[in-house]
């Protein structure tokens, strides 16, 4: 008599091991960003972790469980200055801040979260880089 292989137990183990999770099962909690590109006019423009940390450059973000977002910054990218305290949702490797009064200011982010940093990239629709940064989790 062969053995049955349950298909349902090995799914379970495949969701649980963190070497199989998926970048959104990584994305809810709080993240600083430490480095960032933007593409201003015809150039871009890097911020390195050295530039931001003696301005005194920050960007805290919180993906709350609940699907809320809160986020905190000095930094003076203009996308960033559009974005407001809301919701958050995710559809494959994008995330979309959700503007809790205008869904027209909502702001969508191709998304990754590799080796513990997250990446969120926000391009314009020809092509030009409106934000992309590094982020990782705060120190306790």
Do not use: C
Request: overall charge positive; cysteine-free.
């Amino acid at each position: 008599m062969p053995n049955k292989i349950s298909f349902s137990a090995i799914k379970e183990w495949l969701a649980s091991t963190e070497m199989f999770a998926r970048p959104s099962k990584k994305l809810p909690g709080k993240w600083e960003l430490f480095e960032y590109y933007f593409e201003p006019e015809k150039e871009l423009v890097h911020v390195e972790q050295i530039r931001m940390d003696s301005q005194k450059l920050f960007w805290q973000i919180d993906f709350a469980e609940n699907d809320s977002f809160f986020h905190k910054t000095n930094v003076t990218v203009p996308l960033i200055s559009k974005i407001d305290n809301g919701k958050w949702s995710i559809a494959k490797n994008f995330v979309t801040i959700i503007n809790p009064d205008n869904f027209r200011n909502n702001v969508e982010f191709q998304f990754a979260v590799e080796k513990d940093v997250l990446k969120l990239l926000k391009k314009d629709g020809l092509g030009k880089i409106e934000f992309f940064g590094f982020f990782r989790r705060p120190k306790t």
